[in-house]
């Protein structure tokens, strides 16, 4: 049980960390950069995150059921079904909004930040800090159903 701990909250943590780093680094720093390079680093970002970050949120939602499955007759488990509940609502959520809006940003061929683009990477920052938020909750859940 403790390498199946380990492994969650290592896959989980470092997740989340990577999330807020784009977040509160990487995003803000690239509106400051001037239009070709800002639409470059945009693309160059979406592209490498849209790759991984799926398998990624996979891996720890797998592992959150696994972790609830084996819980099923301690007093946390419901605090465990939540996390995953919560994992599975932002994965969801990143499907039908986030993705759709990270695609058109990956795939824009323009060095110009059109409107449009600004609008999209507005929202996606927004609906990003509220999945980072969710997901930390989630982390949260778990580190306080482990005994």
């Not at 490498?48 to 592992?63: C, D």
Request: charged residues 15%.
């Amino acid at each position: 049980m403790m390498i199946l701990n380990t492994a969650t909250i290592v896959c989980i943590g470092l997740m989340i960390g990577a999330e807020f780093a784009v977040s509160a680094f990487i995003n803000p720093v690239i509106w400051k950069l001037e239009d070709g390079a800002q639409m470059q680093a945009v693309r160059l970002f979406a592209t490498k995150l849209g790759f991984v970050m799926p398998i990624w949120y996979g891996l720890g939602f797998l592992l959150l059921l696994t972790e609830t499955f084996i819980s099923r007759h301690d007093p946390h488990v419901a605090m465990l079904a939540a996390a995953s509940g919560i994992w599975a609502l932002v994965i969801v959520m990143s499907l039908l909004v986030l993705v759709p809006i990270n695609n058109r940003l990956a795939g824009s061929e323009t060095a110009v930040v059109t409107e449009t683009a600004q609008r999209d990477q507005r929202k996606w920052d927004t609906l990003h800090r509220v999945r980072v938020a969710a997901l930390t909750t989630a982390m949260v859940m778990l580190l306080t159903s482990i005994r």
